[in-house]
């Protein structure tokens, strides 16, 4: 055989089940660090900063190109990450129960597991001022995706599929269609007034309607103005600021609830197809990363695109429709490009790196809460809208850098993370030791 019939049989043979855990755990360090670049933007400066970055965040290139980038290749997939990770780590957790006295006893388990997890979401976003905390989402999730880890994998794709099938239609018909009729109705009464034609009192309504729902573009500094006075306040303010955006997104618990749920099936699939504990080969991961992203990329950019062109306005709907599909993509789409990438440099310190920081996964989620609040809120430094998207970065480059040294750091001296000591001696009811 060639050398180079040699090497391509090599790519298609399956890697050794000992390289499984560490694959897993780079994965989930991805998803850690990147969680934090969409995150930080909420941490530092006025929430139009997601969806406007011609409103905050700074203007000229550079801040508008990496909210560019963000909006295509982290925004949503990084969540999706963590969600497949959580998938995963269910069946993984359970897996005793094919012993004689495992399924009560793993079941007991993992529901207490999942219910600290719920305490630690709750502690996240009011003690420690995350209102975009995703623990309790996944706590509540974890709760009802449990039942279905016994389904086949195929079984559990096609759960999955129906329901981003169902977001797509909810988004379409219930969300965003809606919404451009209404704008579109109240553009063609403002040109009847304008026009000097008589309006009946439901047109009138209807107009002061979509005024009231878009008054935040044409008030944007004053809304700016005023949210940096809350976050930025006395430790009051900040709290009260803080509770009343998790009551606001607690609204819509149920949404990111089944988002959640909708990414752990998959989860569980890509386990039982051994694609997410990195034994397929790298003619696989190659392939599935490519096919990912030509679909993930191609919908992203579209989007992003028309968004610039039509400058943001809010009757735009059509690109929102496939926003799952474009996600779910890009999530797999990182999955297949980060098992290449390991296949070669596992042994790199780049990639220890990541493994470590998967490792602590929980500590570091919740520590670039703490970090973050520190520097940006009243609670800290109050520097909250007062850095443009690229400094932003540059502050979030160094939290990262701190937290992948400090993981690799703990990790050569304990055998847990300190909040993952903590979770774990929760659930089991006792601690373990800590010190290697």
Do not use: C
């Given at each position: 055989m060639s050398d180079l019939q040699s090497a391509s049989a090599a790519m298609d043979q399956p890697s050794p089940a000992s390289s499984r855990i560490d694959g897993l755990d780079a994965l989930r360090g991805v998803a850690v660090l990147g969680i934090f670049v969409i995150n930080i933007i909420g941490f530092s400066m006025p929430w139009l900063g997601f969806?406007?970055?011609?409103?905050?965040?700074?203007?000229?290139?550079?801040?508008?190109?990496?909210?560019?980038?963000?909006?295509?290749?982290?925004?949503?997939?990084?969540?999706?990450?963590?969600?497949?990770?959580?998938?995963a780590g269910v069946i993984l957790f359970t897996q005793r129960a094919i012993y004689p006295d495992g399924p009560i006893k793993v079941a007991d388990l993992y529901y207490r597991r999942t219910l600290w997890l719920i305490v630690f979401g709750l502690v996240h976003a009011y003690a420690l001022l995350m209102p975009g905390d995703i623990l309790l989402i996944y706590g509540i999730a974890g709760l009802i995706v449990f039942p279905f880890r016994i389904l086949s994998a195929r079984k559990l794709a096609l759960l999955a599929g129906f329901i981003a099938?169902?977001?797509?239609?909810?988004?379409?018909?219930?969300?965003?269609?809606?919404e451009t009729r209404r704008g579109l109705e109240a553009q063609a009464i403002q040109a009847m007034i304008e026009a000097g034609d008589e309006i009946t009192d439901e047109q009138m309504d209807k107009l002061g309607a979509w005024e009231e729902e878009t008054q935040y573009?044409?008030?944007y500094d004053t809304i700016i103005q005023e949210d940096i006075g809350n976050r930025t306040g006395d430790v009051d303010t900040v709290y009260s600021t803080n509770a009343s955006e998790v009551d606001v997104s607690t609204e819509g618990l149920t949404w990111?609830?089944?988002?959640?749920?909708?990414?752990?099936?998959?989860?569980?699939?890509?386990y039982k197809w051994r694609i997410i504990t990195g034994e397929r080969s790298v003619r696989f991961y190659v392939t599935l990363a490519v096919c990912a992203y030509a679909i993930g990329l191609a919908l992203r950019i579209w989007a992003v695109w028309n968004r610039w062109d039509a400058d943001f306005s809010p009757l735009l709907w059509l690109e929102w429709v496939p926003y799952q599909v474009a996600r779910?993509?890009?999530?797999?789409?990182?999955?297949?490009?980060?098992?290449?990438?390991?296949?070669?440099?596992?042994?790199?310190?780049?990639?220890?790196?990541?493994?470590?920081?998967?490792?602590?996964a929980l500590t570091n989620y919740i520590s670039q809460t703490v970090i973050a609040?520190?520097?940006?809120?009243?609670?800290?430094?109050?520097?909250?809208?007062?850095?443009?998207?690229?400094?932003?970065?540059?502050?979030?480059?160094?939290?990262l850098a701190a937290q992948l040294t400090f993981s690799m750091w703990w990790l050569a001296r304990f055998r847990f993370g300190p909040l993952e000591w903590g979770w774990r001696a929760l659930t089991y009811g006792q601690g373990s030791r800590l010190r290697k």
């Open positions: 969806s406007y970055p011609t409103l905050a965040g700074g203007d000229g290139a550079l801040n508008y190109g990496l909210w560019t980038f963000t909006e295509i290749f982290i925004e949503g997939s990084m969540r999706g990450l963590f969600s497949l990770m959580f998938g099938a169902g977001f797509m239609l909810h988004d379409t018909f219930v969300t965003e269609l809606p573009l044409r008030d990111w609830v089944v988002d959640a749920f909708m990414m752990m099936l998959i989860g569980m699939a890509f779910i993509a890009m999530t797999i789409g990182h999955v297949g490009l980060v098992f290449v990438l390991w296949k070669f440099f596992s042994s790199s310190l780049p990639m220890r790196a990541l493994t470590a920081a998967g490792r602590m609040n520190l520097i940006f809120t009243g609670v800290g430094l109050g520097l909250y809208g007062a850095l443009d998207r690229a400094q932003v970065y540059g502050v979030m480059i160094v939290i």
